[in-house]
């Protein structure tokens, strides 16, 4: 049966904005019908996609508003769809989407039968709910829910704690679509990104200050490697001390800043390991891609990670902090090309057969058609 679903999320590069729109993207080519609303257009969604209406939510400025209220604008623009009739409204991200969508369905009325579905990502729970500012409001948009979707085991754990919440959580990992990401079938020219035969690391994030990217320096600068070359790929606030820190260690001709690119497959398979220093990281949808793409992963143990990379399998796994050991495990991997290939091709599989898109698809499929099947909760 072919559902009308909305689709609320950031557009920004972060995880979660990614996640909403390759989903929303999966389910117009599977015959729903999607309304898809952010404030800009998600870097991963195209001009024109068949079955799929994007709603670009605009707030006006008001000389009384310092801060311009986004959410009444988004809740407003979420009603008027409702009440063309929306079977589900899928959010992603708790704050604020949650909260808008309860309130455009307290707006659209009790004939609304709109079933809302949340998910949540990573710091809308471990730094957002710790925050006394949103932690009651939060569980309360968690309440109003019809279904809560975690992406990982670990954070579903750590809602559970972290707001006292007793109520059902589903648990749906990022997917990663496998055809798309997958190492090519000749091999890619590296020579763009370094000199003949040198190895390359790729870090990929937002450089926001919890990926701690700048260690990504500190173990590029210890192997034993002089020809390596670090590529960074992605934009934020921390990629500007990170350059003046490249050049600070005399490291400038080893590291290539890419910034924000939409199209990362090409550069992924050109590299040999991936590196994601985090120091929290509730499921690691780049460290999923880099694996897709055939690449071992050197990561920190920390929130979901480890129910994506294998420890000894598909990569290695250290303490927060401990560049020492990171280094160790890129050396290790660079100096035995057998050995990175071999865990590149487990990751790839591991990518294929835990995370496909196929089986996303089918498990929010089951979770739409579970709400919709239950009585809605009207307060
Ligand atoms: O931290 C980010 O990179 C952004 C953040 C988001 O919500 O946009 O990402 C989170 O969601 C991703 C998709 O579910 C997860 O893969 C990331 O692990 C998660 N980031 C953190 O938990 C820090």
Request: net charge negative; hydrophobic share 40%; aromatic share 6%.
């Amino acid at each position: 049966m072919s559902l009308r679903i909305g689709i609320a999320c950031y557009p920004t590069y972060g995880g979660s904005g990614v996640l909403a729109t390759e989903l929303g993207l999966a389910l117009a080519d599977s015959g729903h019908r999607i309304d898809l609303f952010s404030y800009a257009r998600p870097q991963r969604l195209s001009a024109f996609h068949e079955g799929i209406e994007f709603h670009n939510v605009t707030v006006s400025s008001y000389p009384l508003f310092q801060y311009p209220p986004y959410d009444l604008a988004l809740a407003s623009s979420m009603r008027s769809v409702m009440e063309q009739g929306l079977d589900i409204l899928h959010v992603h991200y708790a704050v604020p989407h949650a909260l808008c969508a309860y309130l455009a369905r307290r707006m659209a009325g009790p004939e609304c039968a709109t079933r809302i579905v949340t998910t949540l990502h990573g710091t809308d729970i471990t730094i957002l709910g710790r925050d006394p500012s949103y932690r009651e409001v939060i569980r309360f948009g968690l309440e109003q829910s019809d279904a809560v979707i975690s992406v990982s085991e670990w954070l579903a754990e750590e809602t559970r704690t972290v707001f006292d919440y007793d109520g059902p959580i589903d648990v749906v990992p990022n997917f990663v679509d496998t055809e798309r990401f997958s190492p090519p079938p000749t091999p890619c020219d590296r020579n763009k990104l370094a000199p003949e035969g040198a190895p390359l690391i790729v870090h990929m994030s937002n450089f926001r200050l919890l990926k701690r990217a700048h260690e990504t320096l500190d173990v590029l600068d210890r192997i034993d490697h002089p020809d390596a070359v670090l590529v960074l790929a992605g934009d934020g606030p921390e990629l500007s001390p990170i350059r003046d820190e490249a050049t600070r260690r005399g490291l400038c001709d080893r590291v290539r800043f890419l910034g924000e690119i939409a199209e990362v497959t090409p550069i992924l398979t050109c590299c040999d390991v991936a590196l994601f220093p985090s120091e929290s990281e509730s499921f690691g949808l780049a460290a999923l891609e880099a694996m897709s793409c055939g690449l071992p992963v050197v990561a920190t143990r920390v929130g979901g990670v480890p129910e994506v990379v294998i420890e000894g399998e598909t990569g290695y796994l250290h303490e927060v902090g401990d560049t020492a050991a990171m280094a160790r495990s890129v050396q290790k991997l660079l100096a035995d090309p057998e050995l990175c290939a071999a865990m590149g091709q487990r990751a790839a599989a591991r990518a294929r057969e835990c995370f496909s898109l196929k089986s996303s698809l089918e498990q929010h499929e089951a979770i739409y058609r579970r709400v919709l099947a239950a009585p809605i909760r009207h307060p």
